[in-house]
């Protein structure tokens, strides 16, 4: 199992791989998806820009697969994440109002 990450941002993608990441320089849908077939990836990082790309891959991949684990991480300019994100992501997830 091994981390790696999806990226839009060429200074996201060195940043990750001077901490050992591996991972690849994404902009379409279609290059997203390719990169995210990777069986041997445990834990995949993706650009929230990307992300949005293929939201119905992304759900099925949170919702119901072992693996990869998904992290959604916020783009370097700005982030799509509403203030309650967190909260209501648990809320969804588990049912409960924190």
Same mark, same amino acid.
């Given at each position: 199992m091994r981390y790696f990450v999806i990226s839009d941002?060429? #200074?996201? *993608?060195? !940043? *990750? =791989?001077? +901490? !050992?990441i591996e991972g690849v320089l994404c902009h379409t849908r279609e290059e997203t998806l390719a990169a995210e077939a990777d069986e041997t990836i445990g834990i995949l990082l993706i650009n929230e820009k990307l992300s949005a790309l293929c939201? /119905?891959? /992304? #759900? +099925? *991949?949170? =919702?119901t697969a072992l693996r990869p684990l998904l992290v959604e991480i916020p783009d370097r300019h700005h982030t799509h994440r509403a203030p309650d994100s967190i909260t209501r992501y648990i809320r969804e997830a588990i049912g409960i109002k924190v």
């Open positions: 941002n060429s #200074d996201t *993608l060195t !940043g *990750l =791989r001077m +901490a !050992g939201p /119905e891959r /992304e #759900d +099925a *991949l949170k =919702r």
